[in-house]
């Protein structure tokens, strides 16, 4: 496959750096254009995940790569603007990389991670222990250190730190997240009040029992535009929300930005800020967690004629049907529905009024059924509008599920579905007495043909946590001969036995079919070939706008990547 010419912004993950090298020395002409590199700090957790032992082997890889990635930046893209992804084990060397490429003046994002997915708190602190990483309390100081570095080589330039993510580990409650929260203040005093677009925090469970000065709360930052705030509230009180000397309480701290366009709020006692006439006038995008349905159902009477995007999850009532009573409730521009509730789904099931016109995307979690019940919530004429489904089963058997479906007539309800997002487990007749290979085709055969009468759909991804699904194998395209599939599906990702995701692209082959009598309905084989897409295979990006948004569904427009999240199509732009 050739090669763009024209590539905007790149995505270089520092485990394959020396892919990347190889690939701009053979194609000069590729780095020209390139305005925008997301570096990603991903180093660290390969080498645990293989078990590598013995400190001298860590640092010896990790500043080798880091050294890699700093001379390509300095013969490449000395210009370009820079977002800056690691882990805390490796901040010393992110720190000399930026200083010997002198790029400290162009980053415009950067994420701390507290540690990594997969390394367990137990197995980390270890190997800190060991001296195989640096200790919690010196990266800290090394990230304050950073961040100042680069305020101070910002100070008579345009360009400005806009982005900031510090993250701790919600789902493990390891003294990683103790640190974080008692040094997230002071890096965040470390900015200018005029910085900040967006404030992505995580704390999760240990939290500091000292208060501290200085803290989020005790700033406003004037060009706050999104907010990403999850914090544990069983340990709130804990947490110094409140500046010595300069005190403000969540709801008036939080309504002080008015600027706020994106707000992705966790558990929290007090939603306050919700009830306030003037609420924040130019949101666009909020997402809430354990928030009284209620309060959000006020709040979207008031201020839902501007929302885009809205995610409700875990919401409270006592009663179901009090929540589905919204007279007047209108969400004209509402383009994205993230629902994972039944009382999400009541709150905006109002019989007096159409509500959902214009959705692009949902996520539906928990059961089976309460998916299908969510369906017949939902209006007729906003199913048919909608082109990007993600259908998230969990736990339950997702080909159980689109059966059920099947059933239900979800593909005259979507008739206008583009691309399809599919996640869940495999149980339902398929075991270890089989062939693996033979077991992921045949499990994939299964899927395409509940979804033939999808006749828009040109996209489907196909995740699963099931140890029996494999990769396809890769050295020869992939032929498939199924009965019924989507008859214009191009692109297919599939994920299997928690490998890297394989995206392929889909080509329908015309084949000679010789009719055989049976006693069912004749239906001739459909042959398609599947040509994996190589990592190298590169997107573009026109609008630095649209790259520096946050959020974990922004859509993806920088790398094919076996390693990363298949690439999203754009419906409202056309499709390549």
Known sequence: MALPILVRSLDIRLSR??????????????????????????????????????????????????????????????????????????VNEVAEALECSQIEQNI???????????????????RARAHEFPAYEEVWETISYIIENVTNAQTASDIKLVSLQIRGHQSDPGRGDLIVASCVWQVLNELPSDYLHTLDITVGAHVPHEPHEGTVFG????????????VDVNREHHIPWRAAG???????????????????????????????????PNLTTISLLECDADLIGAFLLRHGQKLVRLELAELTTDDDRKAAIRPGLLLPKLRMLLASSRVAIALLGSQHAPVLVQIEFIWASESADWMIEAWVRLESEATHRITCLDLNTYFQDLLLVMEELSRKDFSHSFSSLVELWLTGNVWHGYGRQEDPE???????????????????????????????????PV?????????????????LTWNGSFTHAQTFRVV?????????????????????????????????????????????????????????????????????
């Open 17 to 90: 750096v020396h892919l990347y090298t190889t690939l701009f020395d053979r194609h000069l002409e590729l780095h020209r254009h390139v305005r925008f590199v997301r570096v990603i700090d991903d180093f660290t957790r390969h080498w645990v995940k293989e078990d590598r032992s013995g400190s001298d082997t860590w640092v010896r890889g990790i500043n080798r790569q880091w050294q890699r990635l700093s001379d390509l930046i300095k013969r490449r893209w000395t210009s370009a603007r820079f977002d800056i992804t690691s882990g805390v084990s490796s």
């Open 108 to 126: 415009v994002a950067m994420r701390w991670i507290a540690d990594h997915p997969s390394m367990s708190s137990s197995v980390f602190f270890e």
């Open 219 to 230: 700033r406003i930052w004037s060009n706050l535009r999104h907010l990403n705030l999850k």
């Open 246 to 280: 300069n005190e403000l309480d969540f709801d008036s701290w939080i309504l002080a930005h008015p600027r706020l366009e994106h707000v992705d709020i966790g558990p929290r006692r007090s939603m306050d800020w919700l009830s306030s006439e003037t609420a924040l």
């Open 438 to 472: 033979d077991i992921s085709v045949r499990y994939l055969q299964d899927v395409l043909q509940h979804l033939e009468a999808l006749s828009c759909l040109r996209a489907l991804r196909i995740w699963t946590a099931s140890l029996y699904l494999l990769p396809f």
């Open 475 to 491: 050295n020869d395209p992939l032929e498939l001969s199924t009965g019924r599939a989507p008859r214009k599906l191009e692109y």
């Open 508 to 576: 329908h082959q015309p084949i000679q079919y010789v009719a055989r009598q049976t006693e069912d309905v004749q239906l001739p084989p459909i042959l398609l070939r599947l040509q994996l897409l190589p990592a190298s295979f590169l997107a573009h990006i026109t609008d630095e706008a649209e790259w520096i948004e946050p959020g974990r569904d922004r859509w993806c427009k920088t790398i094919f990547d076996h390693t990363v999240s298949p690439p999203r199509l754009r419906p409202q732009a056309g499709l390549p």
